[in-house]
């Protein structure tokens, strides 16, 4: 699917129990196992990329080097739950198909 459309899925699925809920952005990252890397220069992911949800940094393969090469993103939303002002933050991660 799509990020865009993974996107629209998520604030869907947050509007269910929330009052608001808004898409912030969306970064490259090296996902690997148990771990997430983002470069300090790091880019905004284009909504037009391919992605699949990934519910487990543990199932993915250990890194290798040092270097950091984005074969993911992490996307960031923000939301308000009923009778409350401030907004909370959540993430999730989508790996790069």
Do not use: C
């Not at 196992?33 to 300090?40: H, I, P, R």
């Not at 290798?64 to 984005?70: A, C, D, M, T």
């Amino acid at each position: 699917m799509k990020l865009s459309q993974f996107i629209e899925e998520k604030i869907e699925e947050l509007l269910q129990i929330n009052k608001e809920a808004n898409f912030k952005y969306a970064t490259d990252v090296e996902l690997s196992k148990n771990s997430v890397s983002e470069m300090f220069t790091a880019g905004s992911t284009p909504l037009d990329k391919e992605v699949k949800e990934l519910h487990s940094l543990s199932d993915l393969p250990e890194r290798i080097g040092i270097e950091v090469v984005p074969n993911g993103s992490t996307v960031h939303f923000e939301f308000k739950r009923p009778r409350k002002r401030k907004y909370e933050s959540v993430s999730f991660h989508v790996l790069w198909v």
